[in-house]
């Protein structure tokens, strides 16, 4: 690790202070006084990071390094003005899909929220998505000491525990802050992090946006709340798809296995006593996660999905923009050129827990969710979200437009076509009901006689 006085400008290299440092805004100046962070707060962070805390991950760590990171720039609380603009765009957004998507509006909220306040409202299921992998990373480092290297340390065995939290806490904590920064709305990255019903945007993350665009910010926040109200219609109305969604992370988690060997063979080498070797071995990547086929799948199904949630969105949007807002074309490949360069969701759950989601699928969906509408209607691609066994496979992806393509073609008919058809249904019934009573007169119609 570089020294305070080499060329490094950040003395806690390599140890679980490094995020914390860069994040109280060290760094950024140099060596000598001009890069260092107010040292009050930086001893604050290290005294609350070595508080007591439950879990795989020192949360509190983490939220307060995400809040700290998003103070770096302005962060205005949206006032009483953009709370209403914001609950008038999702509600001309919802009524606006009711043409284009037979499930109804899931929306029972409406919020305009900071990045602090963007924080707030997801830890909790930032929890769920980060813990199970940092619960396996974490406890790998004292399962795979040998027995006389635990038996000498002893306790120290819980500090190196808490240290290996705290680094996963500060990570997490600069993750989420950067990613703050970036979305524009409560479900941007397609899982349902905020609470259920509650459509959300971000009015100051919206405005930096729409200035690399030609398009009227009116426009910009009315297309993201179409966005946000068909997430929330989605979400609401497949009551199966959160859960499944959380779960393909979860397992994904459950099964992170550590290339124990190599830890083994490293850990030898460490003396138990020197927690900052310790913590330089964790940084350094000695601990990372091998995939296993399980979890190759678990990935597969969360990166499908995910893919189906956003064609979907991309599908539904089109549909009940196409004769209503021009610049609806000009915002959809804005979005497409945003998920190409590698967005929030790819590169934090990348460095959260190890996914890597691939956007080049959803251009896939959305054509595979036009295709069914095109031939079978609305109702037809709405239903086959009514269970998950229905839903497309990677597979199907592979060839969006053959999806389905066993299935009869609905007709369009007519009001005369359709009475036509209804009256030679009736007849039928009818004459089948004459039929009936004409050749069992005499049969005893009681069940057994």
Do not use: C
């Amino acid at each position: 690790m570089s020294s305070p006085g080499g060329s490094d400008d950040n003395p806690f290299k390599g140890t679980p202070f490094e995020q914390i440092f860069q994040a109280l805004g060290g760094g950024a100046g140099g060596t000598g006084g001009a890069g260092m962070p107010d040292l009050s707060a930086l001893m604050g962070q290290m005294q609350a990071m070595m508080q007591p805390y439950d879990g795989p991950v020192n949360w509190g760590l983490a939220t307060d390094i995400a809040r700290r990171t998003t103070a770096q720039e302005p962060d205005p609380t949206p006032g009483r003005a953009e709370q209403t603009r914001v609950a008038d765009a999702i509600r001309l957004a919802d009524h606006w899909l009711d043409s284009a998507t037979v499930l109804p509006s899931g929306v029972t909220t409406s919020a305009a929220w900071s990045r602090a306040e963007w924080i707030e409202q997801t830890t909790e299921v930032w929890r769920v998505l980060v813990e199970p992998v940092a619960e396996h990373v974490v406890g790998a480092m004292g399962k795979a000491m040998p027995e006389e290297a635990r038996a000498m340390a002893g306790p120290l065995i819980g500090m190196l525990g808490k240290a290996g939290g705290a680094m996963f806490g500060s990570q997490v904590g600069a993750a989420l802050g950067g990613l703050a920064g970036e979305v524009l709305t409560a479900s941007d990255i397609g899982l349902p992090l905020g609470p259920a019903g509650k459509a959300a945007l971000l009015p100051h993350n919206i405005a930096a946006f729409a200035e690399g665009l030609d398009v009227d910010v009116e426009d910009v926040t009315l297309y993201l709340a179409l966005r946000e109200a068909a997430h929330q219609r989605l979400f609401a109305h497949v009551p199966w798809l959160r859960a499944h969604l959380i779960s393909s992370v979860e397992d994904f988690g459950r099964g992170v296995t550590i290339d124990v060997s190599g830890i083994e063979q490293a850990m030898g080498g460490l003396d138990p006593t020197n927690l900052e070797a310790m913590q330089e071995a964790l940084q350094g990547g000695l601990f990372e996660p091998k995939q296993t086929p399980q979890q190759a799948a678990a990935l597969e199904r969360l990166e499908t999905t995910l893919a189906l949630v956003e064609g979907w969105v991309d599908e539904v949007v089109g549909q009940a923009t196409v004769e209503r807002m021009p610049a609806a074309t000009k915002m959809h490949e804005a979005f497409r050129r945003r998920r190409a360069a590698g967005g929030p969701a790819e590169e934090t759950f990348a460095a959260l827990v190890g996914l890597e989601l691939r956007p080049r699928r959803l251009r896939d969906a959305s054509t595979l969710w036009g295709a069914l509408r095109s031939k079978h209607g609305t109702e037809e691609r709405d239903a086959v979200w009514a269970h998950p066994d229905l839903l497309p496979t990677a597979a199907d992806l592979d060839d969006p437009l053959g999806f389905r393509e066993d299935l009869p073609q609905v007709p369009e008919l007519s009001d005369e076509d359709f009475d036509r058809e209804l009256g030679k249904l009736l007849d039928a019934g009818t004459d089948e009901g004459d039929g009936g009573e004409s050749s069992g007169g005499d049969a005893d119609p009681r069940p057994g006689a």
